[in-house]
């Protein structure tokens, strides 16, 4: 058999060379058969071409609701949607209003919500937006015109069930629901064309004191989660309830359309806002002030007495990024510790803060091996990556030379600088220093295995080292995660003897998991909303990390009082002690003494409760509504150490109904008597959008794996491989010919 070889030469220099008139004679062979070139490329490629494209097709298919309209079609104030059939929708409108009272420690918020119908057919509205973690909020109301409907709390199939019977009855009403104790969605049903319904909330929330600072923060927008796991079933209640988020259900994160709700495709902003935002404050800290601010927002403050006052300073706000109100006392006015009192239903409850006295950094610190894991996930583009390299790059330069150090980055996968912690030498250091400044953002936010990673590499010990480091792990990311309950347990299963810090990065992060990570972690949370905030943010977490915690805290309450959390923690430094506690019909009579251990110094101090009963009862209402949140709360942290998820719920629920609280198990609804949309109108159901956090790079949000580069990678695959058969055809003529 004779044997096909390549017509070759050999040039000067020994190398192989085509032979040119072969292959020219072979296209000039095929040109004669096909008439021409461009004939015979199409009959080779063709076909694999075709195939390719109808893959892209069916791939890019389940896209088309979250494609945007072209910016020249839509009008200010105007969203535009296009459906699975490429129909183009108005969607329904959005503005908010926070009015907010903070009283001490407390703060009482009315967010009012306004939904706007700008089409011409009846309307459900479907809205998910974000409040304060610790928020409990505790009630609702729905305002058509001059009539207001107030909401009723229900067991959570329940409300459903009745918010259901009101929307296929043509009755106008609204539903709010918990998703994530972060995060909450709202429906209004049917709303006539160009017709407004107002749904109001009512929260709670404690002020933050760290570092000698109070602060409250106002979430406004969410940043897209990043949903692990292999697509599945939705975990459905009895009554279904369309969401209309870009997820699908995976065997991690069940409820993923409920919490990824859909955003505008462009940024807005605060001249010309998709979702506009107005605020009023009134703060009255019970103390002088040094400074107050808000470092996100420019605003008009003004001051009567002790009485502080503030409102934005354009009147209104794009809702992109978090709100943050600061307030600093007077260093000799800086409280030790407070008390807070209300009477409810003839019971009170407390609210205590004592921040521990504060202790010099030792000379001489225990050997300690710092893990730093930076999240450089899809969700961290933008301004995000640079302010999570700018805040790994401070921690490097405040390592100590005794200290051990390793990085691990991560988003679909993870790698480690080093297989093991290394010394702080100038040299390690210089390599970290290179590993930072490389790092940028792509991928998903797998976090389990990363997470996992960095807390058992503490079993790799050297046996020959008499005293074991003190292990620290600081955790850079947005916390933009759909998963947050396996991590938490992961967390509690692996922490062993280590300490986890977790920093939030970004306009909108997640801060409701980032902190219970770090309370299960037995560490502390910060966050970083711009990079002008890195050198202050990181230089103070770097302080707790050196400076002895408060330890062994003991509080001398009365034998009838029930105290929660009922594990106290352990205190770093600049952090208060914040407890909450149900006292019974009467206030103690005796001083509330509290002592605890700091570094080799034992330290003690008393706190007087209100002198008359009376004084509990208006100055701080809402303790008794913070008080119930936070035994929810503990309650369901249950759930990771092996709780029976039936007397979970047994639990929780009558909680939740005698308090008036929206939970995991209880939601509000409101429904008017009256028949407002005619038998012979049809209804549909539409979501009201988010606004783009500031500051991040757009996200492929139709796919389930939101912050990945998942199209990219499609389109640069199908052409390499277009390239790839186009070539070996090309080599194949040659050798046959």
């Known amino acids: 058999m004779p044997q096909h070889r390549r017509s070759m ?25 096909f008439e021409c070139l461009s004939w015979w490329l199409c009959f080779r ?51 908010s209003r926070v009015d907010m009272r903070i009283s001490g420690m407390v703060a009482v918020v009315r967010l009012e919500q306004v939904f706007r119908n700008e089409t011409e057919d009846w309307m459900e509205g479907v809205y998910a937006f974000p409040l304060p973690g610790s928020s409990a909020v505790r009630f609702m109301q729905m305002k058509l015109g001059e009539r207001r409907i107030v909401g009723k709390i229900k067991e959570k199939e329940e409300a459903r069930k009745s918010y259901q ?7 106008k009403a609204s539903l709010v629901e918990q998703q994530r104790p972060n995060l909450f969605t709202t429906r209004v049903a049917n709303v006539a064309p160009g017709e407004e319904v107002v749904v109001e909330l009512e929260y709670v929330q404690t002020a933050l004191y760290q570092d000698g600072r109070f602060s409250v923060r106002l979430p406004t927008t969410i940043t897209p989660r990043y949903m692990p796991g292999i697509p599945g079933d939705e975990l459905r209640s009895l009554t279904v309830l369309p969401t209309h988020g870009w997820a699908v259900p995976t065997d991690q994160v069940a409820d993923a359309p409920a919490i990824s709700p859909l955003q505008h495709a462009d940024p807005g902003s605060d001249v010309q806002p998709h979702n506009p935002l107005e605020i009023y404050i009134e703060l009255d800290a019970g103390m002088p002030l040094a400074s107050v601010d808000s470092p996100y927002h420019q605003v008009i403050l003004n001051r009567s007495g002790q009485l502080y006052t503030l409102q934005l300073a354009a009147g209104k706000t794009e809702m992109d990024r978090d709100f943050v109100l600061n307030w600093r006392p007077v260093a000799a006015s800086a409280p030790a510790g407070a008390l807070f009192t209300e009477q409810v239903d003839g019971e009170f409850y407390g609210l205590l803060m004592l921040v521990p006295p504060a202790l010099q950094q030792p000379a001489s610190l225990p050997p300690r091996e710092l893990i730093f894991v930076i999240d450089t996930s899809g969700s961290m583009g933008g301004v995000s990556i640079r302010q999570a390299r700018a805040s790994l790059g401070r921690s490097l330069q405040l390592l100590r030379q005794q200290d051990r150090f390793n990085i691990i980055e991560f988003n679909s996968d993870y790698r480690m600088l080093f297989r093991r912690a290394q010394p702080a030498t100038s040299h390690n250091l210089q390599l970290a220093g290179e590993f930072t400044r490389h790092l940028h953002a792509s991928g998903g936010t797998e976090m389990l295995p990363v997470l996992r990673a960095a807390l058992s590499a503490q079993d790799d010990v050297d046996e020959l080292v008499t005293q074991p480091p003190l292990r620290q792990v600081v955790f850079i990311t947005d916390g933009a995660v759909g998963n947050e309950e396996a991590l938490f347990g992961e967390i509690v299963e692996r922490i062993g003897a280590s300490r986890l810090f977790t920093v939030g990065i970004g306009s909108a992060p997640n801060s409701w998991f980032m902190r219970k990570a770090a309370d299960y972690g037995r560490g502390s949370y910060t966050s970083i909303g711009e990079e002008t905030e890195v050198d202050a943010t990181m ?51 005796q001083p509330l003494i509290v002592s605890g251990r700091v570094g080799d110094s034992d330290w003690q101090t008393s706190l007087q409760w209100p002198a008359q009963q009376s004084e509990a009862a208006p100055r701080h209402a809402g303790v008794a509504s913070l008080w119930a949140r936070k035994k929810i709360e503990q309650l369901l942290g249950e759930k990771h150490r092996a709780e029976d998820p039936q007397s979970l719920r047994d639990k929780v629920l009558p909680i939740a109904l005698r308090h008036q609280l929206l939970s995991p198990y209880t939601s509000y609804v409101a429904v008017e008597e009256a028949k407002a949309r005619p038998s012979d109108a049809a209804l549909e159901s539409r979501p009201v959008p988010n606004s783009r956090p500031r500051g991040q790079s757009s996200q492929p949000y139709a796919y389930p794996r939101t912050a990945t580069t998942a199209t990219a990678n499609i389109w640069l695959g199908s052409l390499l491989l277009l390239i790839a058969i186009f070539v070996r055809l090309c080599r194949q003529e040659g050798e046959h010919a």
């Not at 019977?165 to 009755?171: E, Q, S």
């Open 45 to 95: 490629c063709l076909p694999v071409l075709l195939m390719i494209l109808l893959s892209l097709l069916l791939l890019s298919a389940t896209a088309v609701r979250a494609e945007s309209v072209a910016a020249g079609d839509v009008g200010s104030g105007q969203l535009l949607l296009t459906d699975q059939q490429g129909k183009v929708h108005t969607a329904m409108t959005q503005r």
């Open 165 to 171: 019977k009101a929307l296929h009855a043509g009755k």
């Open 539 to 589: 230089s103070n977490l770097f302080k707790r990390l050196s400076t002895p915690a408060a330890l062994d805290i003991d509080v001398t309450w009365p034998d009838t009082a029930e105290v929660w959390p009922q594990r106290v923690p352990d205190l770093y430094a600049g952090e208060p002690l914040h407890l909450l506690v149900k006292l019974g019909s009467e206030l103690p009579d």
């Open 9 to 33: 030469e050999v040039n000067v220099t020994g190398e192989p060379t085509m032979n040119l008139p072969r292959l020219y004679r072979t296209v000039s062979r095929d040109r004669q058969r």
